[in-house]
Nanobody, 124 residues
Framework: QLKLAESGGGSVQPGESLRLSCAGS????????MAWFRQAPGKERESLLC????????YYKDSVKGRFTISRVNAENTVYLQMNSLKSEDTGVYYCAANLFRICRPDEADYGRWGQGTQVTVSS
């Protein structure tokens, strides 16, 4: 069964950090472009950033540049999202997704595999 599973979410205070994990099973994540999306309360899901097969990173959300980064560890078949200097507006459900076309694209319709999401809450 082809599956993605996020973990690492939680509740933190502004300025703190979190690292989210996205573990793949049933397929090799290294062959795909992998992205992180976020759905804030009452808003549509939006793309944040993506890592392609060559480990090049593309940012789709300006507000996370310089604070968030994406990486992959092939031996673990896992993609990570490191989030630093978290703000209240970063609150939401975070999803990882694998791109069908194996290149980074911002449109979620291009992503065929999704995890179940993990909640991140940033609040004082």
């Amino acid at each position: 069964q082809l599956k993605l599973a996020e973990s690492g979410g939680g509740s933190v205070q502004p300025g703190e950090s979190l690292r989210l994990s996205c573990a793949g099973s049933g397929f090799v994540l290294d062959f795909y472009a992998m992205a992180w999306f976020r759905q804030a309360p009452g808003k549509e899901r939006e793309s944040l950033l993506c890592i392609d097969k060559n480990d090049e990173i593309t940012y789709y959300k300006d507000s996370v540049k310089g604070r968030f980064t994406i990486s992959r560890v092939n031996a673990e078949n896992t993609v990570y999202l490191q989030m630093n200097s978290l703000k209240s507006e970063d609150t939401g459900v975070y999803y990882c997704a694998a791109n069908l076309f194996r290149i980074c694209r911002p449109d979620e319709a291009d992503y065929g595999r999704w995890g179940q999401g993990t909640q991140v809450t940033v609040s004082s």
